[in-house]
């Protein structure tokens, strides 16, 4: 099975995404890790990158496409289903990924957008905290680790805060969603050719986890 997950920042689709790929075994493919980990590999691109990801702004489309049109093709090799995470994020991208994918005879089978009010994405991102080596997300009132600061699954490993987690670049990147992003689901919705579910992102993470993988599941 081959999904897009999608909603604005903070909506959840990090945590449920880790879920997900649990309970059904996709490849978890999120642009937005694969961007910090160029940057942290400390390149000229990965330079590039963190201008735009420090500002809120998307990174242009050309680089963005090619960067994933390379961990699509690797990632769809292990041949069990891909969770695509912030990737499209625009229509010029949504339709470089629907060429890639026709082009391999593997087309979506579903967008499964997750909608949240612009209030608790706020709280939820300035509160947010992940484990800089397995990527589990935690809140620093809403998903506590069980030792303060320390991820549960990696011993001693010390929570961090992503720079782009504060509240000013949260409502620019807020901005860029409602004008770049919401746009990709009504491009699905029009091409009539995948089926597109929403899901409401407002409830508590187990209550959100219930619903999407009940939609995910009946996807195929
Ligand atoms: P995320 O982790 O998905 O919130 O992404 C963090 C940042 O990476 C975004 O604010 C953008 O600057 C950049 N980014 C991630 N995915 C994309 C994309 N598909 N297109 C453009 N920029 C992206």
């Not at 945590?15 to 642009?31: C, D, I, P, W, Y």
């Not at 990801?53 to 496409?65: C, R, T, Y």
């Not at 289903?81 to 990924?97: I, K, N, S």
């Not at 992940?130 to 699954?153: E, I």
């Amino acid at each position: 099975m081959r999904i897009v997950l999608m909603g604005p920042p903070g909506a959840g689709k990090g945590t449920q995404a880790k879920r997900l790929v649990e309970k059904f075994g996709f490849v978890h493919l999120s642009s937005g890790d694969i961007f910090r980990a160029e940057k942290a590999s400390g390149s000229a691109l990965g330079a590039t990158l963190a201008e735009y990801m420090s500002a809120g702004k998307l990174i242009p489309d050309e680089v963005v496409v090619e960067m994933m049109a390379k961990a699509i093709t690797a990632a769809d090799a292990k041949g069990t289903g891909l969770m695509l995470d912030g990737f499209p994020r625009t229509v010029p991208q949504g339709e470089a990924l629907d060429k890639q994918l026709a082009a391999a005879g593997k087309p979506l089978d579903g967008v499964v957008v997750i909608t949240c009010d612009d209030a608790p994405i706020i709280s939820r991102i300035t509160g947010r905290r992940s484990c800089p080596k397995c990527g589990r997300v935690y809140h620093v009132q809403y998903l506590k680790p069980k030792d303060d600061g320390v991820c549960d699954d990696c011993a001693g490993i010390e929570l961090v805060q992503r720079s782009d987690d504060n509240e000013e670049v949260v409502r620019d990147r807020l901005k860029a969603y409602y004008a770049q992003t919401e746009p990709v689901i009504e491009y699905y919705r029009k091409s009539g050719q995948v089926k597109v579910v929403e899901v409401d992102g407002n409830g508590t993470p187990d209550s959100v986890t219930e619903v999407l993988a009940e939609a995910v599941g009946n996807l195929t």
